[in-house]
């Protein structure tokens, strides 16, 4: 079955140190792949995405991810991570199939002073 | 540009009763998706819409159902209420073609069942 798992529910960094958020997908055929940040009680907003072409991936809010083929792989990464990074985070995957977008459980992001 | 408008912000139901979500999507879109948000069980694809027709569906009983208009915007109607129901029902759309893959977010509906 195709699914998307996100390690760690929880993942708490001091303000200005890396940002890792970790998301690992199965599937036969390349997906495209997504990241998505929600704050409290609102909807979610596309931080990046991959589409078949770069593997690196830059985002907004200094976000980017890397697709790793071989590990079935799609981290999030940001070098310095700010107050303001605090929120839920969602790994994504569309299947061409069917056009069905499978999320992730969330990851939620704690930024510490 | 407007982003994706959904209406009402909060809704309060009774077990039994049924609820009427309202999606408007971004112009131009012709898809669109709802997903249920409900605490601890992340976010659950319900249904997806394409130039009217229901074009997939989730692992959702038959009491969640909707439909699009020409306009494009669409509703989500859950009959016969229960408590698990309680959520946040998130509406999102696409454009047409390769568009499709990425998906635009509505803020959500946050549904409460008594």
């Known amino acids: 079955a195709q699914s998307v798992t996100q390690l760690g529910s929880h993942v708490s960094v001091s303000e200005g140190a890396l940002v890792l958020l970790r998301c690992n997908y199965s599937?036969?055929?390349?997906?495209?792949l997504f990241w998505y940040v929600q704050y409290p009680n609102q909807g979610l907003q596309l931080l990046l995405k991959y589409t078949s072409a770069a593997t690196l991936v830059k985002g907004i809010n200094g976000f980017e991810a890397e697709f790793k083929k071989s590990e079935t792989s799609f981290h999030l990464t940001k070098p310095s991570a700010h107050m303001s990074d605090a929120a839920e985070y969602f790994c994504a995957v569309t299947y061409t199939g069917g056009f069905k977008t499978i999320f992730g459980a969330g990851t939620r992001l704690f930024v510490k002073a | 540009e407007a982003g994706v408008t959904q209406s009402p912000t909060h809704l309060i139901k009774t077990r039994g009763q049924q609820a009427t979500l309202r999606c408007s999507p971004i112009s131009g879109h012709t898809s669109v998706y709802w997903y249920q948000q409900a605490l601890g069980l992340g976010l659950q694809f319900l249904l997806w819409y394409d130039e009217g027709e229901e074009r997939n569906r989730g692992n959702f009983p038959p009491r969640f159902s909707g439909r699009q208009f020409p306009n494009y915007s669409s509703e989500l109607n859950v009959n016969a209420l229960e408590l698990e129901d309680s959520a946040l029902y998130l509406c999102a759309s696409s454009m047409p073609g390769q568009g499709r893959y990425e998906q635009y977010f509505g803020p959500g509906t946050r549904l409460t069942v008594t």
């Open positions: 599937s036969s055929v390349p997906p495209y």
